[in-house]
């Protein structure tokens, strides 16, 4: 316990310090440019026999001195991930939003796990020697804790399933994981070759997806990409419309979308279809008046990792029992 005691002040001593050098820092430093990873290509025999120190090409360049033991999962990404490659041993936390089941589709999984915040004096309090980050997290927190010798490793930016595979093989690689990495990769593979099979199926089906109210996920996000894995056509992509877009009815109406994809918590379907109700111009929509709505968890709706599949799954399983749109 005096361990414990007389370790934190100097985290909160050396944080202060640093957050001077932070505002000074000039931003483009922060981070590395990021280069294509010569281990991407190594076959899984030679990556998993490969020795540390390991330099990691995620958003930044980052070496990892040993096999790490106490990592941190401080993004809901690395918590879904990591929770299935790493042993339950080696992390020593997880970020509380993991924990949470309104946002991570771990959060049973991890209810025992040490949870922290993400700022840079919680993450340091679980003596890591290593912090898996995502886009979202502060530069000055990742600043801070490279500045304090703790590998920070920020997983890239997620835009189709494709991506998602080369995060997981990134984790697996860092963490010295990659036999179980590339076994989840592998399950990836077959899941989407599972919905090609049935893709054609529904083809022709345009689909809307609603986060919320009227928020929708356009061109080049990982929900187009889970809706086009269905086999269906992401309405809010094929207009156009940027990665996350707020829509106004009037919008939603003049597309004239045969299906509604709805993100909804737990249990929350009853309320999901209310709320429908009590939109104004929503009742307008033959979508609605046919019930044909297709509510996924918000979990897997929101996820950047492999759970995202289960919305396209989802959505293809509930197309092809209505048949052409």
């Known amino acids: 316990m005096m361990v414990g005691r007389s370790f934190f002040p100097l985290i909160v001593v050396a944080v202060s310090l640093l957050l001077l050098s932070v505002a000074l ?7 590395m440019t990021a280069r294509a990873p010569a281990w991407i290509s190594m076959p899984l025999d030679q990556r998993r026999i490969a020795s540390f120190p390991r330099l990691v090409d995620g958003a930044a360049q980052v070496t ?10 401080a993004s809901v990404f690395s918590a879904e991930v990591l929770t299935t490659i790493v042993p339950r041993s080696r992390i020593v936390a997880v970020i509380a939003l993991a924990a949470d089941p309104r946002y991570s589709a771990v959060a049973e999984q991890v209810k025992n796990f ?19 980050t995502d886009p979202f997290t502060k530069a000055e927190t990742r600043f801070l804790l490279a500045q ?3 590998p920070v490793l920020e997983i890239r930016p997620v835009h189709d399933l494709e991506d998602v595979e080369d995060n997981i093989r990134l984790l697996g690689w860092a963490t010295g994981c990659d036999t179980a990495a590339d076994a989840l990769v592998e399950d990836v593979r077959n899941r989407r070759s599972a919905l090609q ?23 080049g996000s990982l929900l ?43 249990d929350g379907e009853a309320k999901a279809r209310e709320r429908l109700r009590q939109m104004h111009g929503m ?29 396209a799954e989802m959505l293809q399983t509930q197309l092809c029992k209505w048949g052409r749109p």
């Open 283 to 311: 009742q307008l929509l033959s979508c609605v008046q046919h019930d044909r709505i297709v509510f996924v968890p918000g979990t897997a709706y929101g996820s950047t990792s492999h759970h995202v599949l289960t919305v």
């Open 148 to 150: 304090i010798q703790v």
């Open 64 to 73: 990892i001195p040993v096999e790490p033991v106490r990592i941190v999962a």
């Open 197 to 219: 099979a049935k893709a054609a199926l529904v083809n022709g089906w345009r689909v809307l997806n609603l986060a919320g109210a009227t928020s929708t996920y356009g061109k």
């Open 224 to 266: 187009d990409a889970a809706v086009t894995a269905a086999g269906a056509v992401n309405l809010a992509g094929s207009r156009g419309m940027p990665s996350y877009q707020e829509l106004d009815i009037e919008q939603i109406l003049s597309w004239r979308p045969d299906a509604l994809l709805i993100s909804v918590p737990a």
């Open 25 to 31: 820092w000039p931003a483009d430093s922060v981070l």
């Open 114 to 132: 040490v949870t922290c915040g993400a700022e840079p004096e919680e993450l340091l309090a679980q003596r890591p020697d290593l912090v898996v």
